[in-house]
């Protein structure tokens, strides 16, 4: 069914819980994955460079050697957040690479949450090409 899956990925619990799912709409289709990490600029970015081995796109590209070693045709791509944001530089890539569904993890903050720590999956929902799949924190499998 899905030819092409954007999984938007941060290396969070969060992001990660969304796994056995993204494995199985790949497996089902024989579809490309394309693991996206949208870095974030300014100061935070910085600090994520300077944590050497446990960045966010190291972590990632074990994540992709696991999903390739299970069969699945798995590739990282981390690209940089302008003016945009995070939301935008996903939905880019998802247009660029003509995906069929963006998947991600939902860290389910609430309304207060949204509001203080802004919802990059919300401006998501509102710029994406194509169907973007949540999978809530609190889905057990």
């Keep these: 069914m899905f030819k092409k899956i ?14 056995p799912l993204v494995k199985e ?3 089902d289709g024989g579809a490309k994955l ?3 990490y949208a870095q974030e ?4 970015g910085k600090l994520f460079v300077e944590k050497g081995d446990q960045t966010p ?10 999903l390739q070693r299970a069969g699945l045709d798995a590739e990282l791509m981390v690209v940089g957040s302008g003016a945009g944001g995070q939301s935008q530089a996903i939905a ?15 860290a389910g903050h609430g309304a207060v949450g949204g509001v203080v720590f ?3 999956l ?7 090409p194509c169907p973007v799949l949540t999978v809530p924190a609190t889905v057990t499998g």
């Excluded at 600029?41 to 935070?44: A, F, K, Q, Y």
């Excluded at 919300?122 to 994406?128: N, Q, T």
Aim: net charge negative; charged share 15%; no cysteine.
């Design 25 to 27: 709409l790949a497996t």
């Design 34 to 36: 394309v693991v996206v």
């Design 6 to 19: 954007v999984w938007a990925n941060d290396s969070s619990w969060q992001a990660q819980h969304a796994m």
């Design 118 to 120: 802004g919802s990059i």
């Design 41 to 44: 600029g300014g100061v935070l």
């Design 122 to 128: 919300g401006r998501l929902l509102h710029l994406a």
């Design 92 to 106: 880019d890539v998802a247009r660029r690479i003509g995906a069929d569904l963006i998947v991600a993890g939902n």
């Design 57 to 66: 796109p190291k972590l990632l590209s074990h994540t992709v050697e696991e």
